[in-house]
């Protein structure tokens, strides 16, 4: 049985600052081996994260017609918004999956709430800080590895303040699939994709069912850690290490034989992206340097436009 994510603990590093080598070695081991790793003792309030969910929750119970208002109409223009089930497919084929999922992006610097949910932006402005925080931490850790100052990883990523609109918090509900469903060919939760952005936090509710893939091509479940964050490791930071760090390819199948589909199922996702000029390339460190790893350095625009145009079923 292949490793899945290590459960890194962040509260030796958080109570002193000298344990940041012994933390940070946890976390490269498990970015390494699988791409993710599971964040606990990470310091965010284990409150806020209960009334994000319930915010979620009630958000997903509107009526459709109100959620459809703010439907997401021009992702590459605007990624704000609302998506319907069916209507994103993330492994880059449209057609080719038919997610069960609804989900509403938001943009974190120029964020669209739906006005008929006003405890969804003040709770998700909150939740945003800790992200934040969170963010700063992982990079204390990483720069080292990573063999650059810390202020490169803070200029690459969104900050509140700055300008980053591809910075996305995301909420998700995978409704439950009630008996005697048919099945469409392709039918799942989330189809198998890597991440876009630099690292990917999310958090999952009790009802499980995401899947993780080791570089030696094995799924694994990422069954659910109690008051843990899974940090994924997204492309950029791939590219960076020269797939030292792999982006996790993830996915959450539904099958008619999984009891799990007949639960809804929530999840919420914190994408931290750089601006559109900043240029993605290998980093010069000596940790990562297999020579046969190419890459043409690339807009952060160019790849994030490449990735909406493919997983748009519209
Ligand atoms: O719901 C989840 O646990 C994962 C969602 C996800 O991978 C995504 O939206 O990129
Ligand atoms: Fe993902």
């Known amino acids: 049985m292949a490793a899945g994510p290590r459960i890194v603990d962040l509260s030796p590093f958080l109570a002193d600052d000298s344990n940041l080598e012994i933390v940070a070695a946890e976390l490269d081991q498990s970015f390494h081996e699988i791409g993710a790793a599971y964040l606990v003792g990470h310091g965010v309030d284990l409150n806020l994260v ?23 109409a021009n992702a590459r223009g605007d990624f704000n918004g609302y998506q319907d089930i069916g209507e994103e497919s ?34 998700s402005r909150e939740f945003w800080d800790a992200m934040d925080n969170l963010t700063k931490i992982i990079y204390k850790l990483l720069k080292g590895i990573l063999k650059v100052d810390e202020e490169f990883l803070i200029d690459s990523s969104y900050f509140s303040g700055d300008a980053s609109e591809h910075t996305i918090f995301r909420v998700l509900k995978y409704p439950r699939v009630p008996e005697g469903y048919v099945f469409e060919k392709g039918t799942v939760r989330c189809a198998e994709h890597f991440d876009w952005e630099i690292i990917t936090f999310i958090i999952q509710d009790s009802v499980g069912g995401l899947d ?33 760090y792999p982006a996790v390819p993830h996915r959450i199948p539904l099958t008619e034989d999984d009891e799990r589909r ?21 980093l010069e460190g000596s940790r990562f340097n297999k020579t046969d790893y190419s890459f043409t350095p690339k807009t952060y625009k160019a790849m994030y436009e490449d990735h909406v145009a493919k997983s748009r079923a519209y």
């Open 212 to 244: 993780m893939k080791t570089p030696d091509g094995q799924w694994i479940q990422a069954s659910p850690v109690p008051n843990s964050i899974i940090c994924l490791v997204g492309e950029i930071l791939e590219v960076w290490t020269k797939g030292y």
């Open 262 to 282: 007949k639960q809804d199922r929530y999840s919420v996702a914190y994408f931290v992206a750089p601006n559109d000029d900043f240029v993605v390339k290998p």
């Open 90 to 123: 993330l492994d880059n084929e449209p057609g080719s999956s038919f997610e069960m999922k609804e989900c509403y992006d938001l943009e974190v610097p120029n964020p669209v709430f739906p006005e008929e949910a006003p405890e969804f932006e003040t709770t």
């Open 50 to 72: 209960d009334k994000v969910f319930q915010t979620t929750k009630d958000f997903f119970k509107l009526p459709k017609e109100i959620k459809k208002k703010y439907a997401k």
